[in-house]
């Protein structure tokens, strides 16, 4: 029969070891902004995203919102067209083969300070039978140009049925709304103004876990 001390030794530890989970969950780690604030970068080069979804569109959808949440927060950002049309003349259409690029010949070629990486991993909608949804969800890295080394990373993800209550109408009327957000979406890329959620969300500067201000914006000092 086990002793007492050994049955308060197995409780103690039981409980160190509950404490130590519950703190672990409770504090999770922030993100270290060390190098970014370093680096202080003015002007970045958007890369076209690499898509993971069978949607064609998502790259030119989400490239084509990304430039405003990153202007509003205080940085120059190269211009959408003039970066596409410099790949393009170079044989570089392919938003794989651009990542694969070294940081120094951006650098050399746009003379930005930072590159931003956006990988999209879902974009569209998927049907069920009494409701769809239309979901994109992206993630992005930034990169100093200067040294290569990696200045900041998040992700952020939209639906447009956040907040939605179907319940109204019972079942027949959520079918019919099902049906007509179907032809809808089949007819227009809906997922398009999901995608500026998304990328707002995810290149919102001052937001927790978010991209730092640039030196262009009022903020700036409160980096």
Same mark, same amino acid.
Request: proline share 6%.
């Given at each position: 029969?086990?002793?007492?001390?050994?049955?308060?030794?197995?409780?103690?530890?039981?409980?160190?070891?509950?404490?130590?989970?519950?703190?672990?969950?409770?504090?999770?780690?922030?993100?270290?902004?060390?190098?970014?604030?370093?680096?202080?970068?003015?002007?970045?080069?958007?890369?076209?995203?690499?898509?993971?979804?069978?949607?064609?569109?998502?790259?030119?959808?989400?490239?084509?919102?990304?430039?405003?949440?990153?202007?509003?927060?205080?940085?120059?950002?190269?211009? $959408?067209?003039? $970066?596409?049309?410099?790949?393009?003349?170079?044989?570089?259409?392919?938003?794989?083969?651009?990542?694969?690029?070294?940081?120094?010949?951006?650098?050399?070629?746009?003379?930005?300070?930072?590159?931003?990486?956006?990988?999209?991993?879902?974009?569209?909608?998927?049907?069920?039978?009494?409701?769809?949804?239309? $979901?994109?969800?992206?993630?992005?890295?930034?990169?100093?140009?200067?040294?290569?080394?990696?200045?900041?990373?998040?992700?952020?993800?939209?639906?447009?049925?956040?907040?939605?209550?179907?319940?109204?109408?019972?079942?027949?009327?959520?079918?019919?709304?099902?049906?007509?957000?179907? $032809?809808?979406?089949?007819?227009?890329?809906?997922?398009?103004?999901?995608?500026?959620?998304?990328?707002?969300?995810?290149?919102?500067?001052?937001?927790?876990?978010?991209?730092?201000?640039?030196?262009?914006?009022?903020?700036?000092?409160?980096?």
């Amino acid at each position: 029969m086990p002793s007492t001390f050994f049955l308060r030794t197995l409780k103690f530890g039981a409980l160190l070891a509950v404490s130590a989970w519950l703190v672990g969950c409770a504090a999770p780690k922030s993100k270290d902004y060390s190098a970014f604030r370093a680096a202080k970068p003015a002007s970045i080069l958007v890369l076209p995203p690499t898509n993971d979804s069978p949607e064609l569109q998502a790259s030119a959808s989400v490239l084509s919102q990304a430039t405003l949440p990153l202007a509003e927060g205080g940085y120059y950002v190269m211009p $959408v067209t003039l $970066v596409s049309e410099t790949f393009r003349q170079n044989g570089m259409e392919i938003a794989h083969d651009i990542h694969e690029l070294p940081p120094a010949k951006l650098k050399e070629i746009f003379g930005a300070d930072a590159a931003l990486y956006i990988r999209i991993t879902k974009y569209g909608t998927s049907y069920q039978v009494i409701q769809s949804a239309t $979901v994109v969800s992206a993630e992005a890295k930034l990169v100093d140009l200067r040294t290569g080394a990696q200045l900041w990373d998040g992700r952020a993800t939209a639906s447009n049925q956040e907040g939605n209550n179907n319940s109204g109408g019972g079942l027949l009327g959520m079918l019919v709304t099902a049906l007509v957000n179907q $032809v809808i979406s089949s007819a227009t890329d809906a997922a398009h103004p999901v995608a500026g959620i998304t990328t707002n969300r995810l290149l919102t500067a001052g937001t927790p876990d978010g991209l730092l201000y640039g030196p262009r914006s009022p903020h700036y000092s409160k980096n």
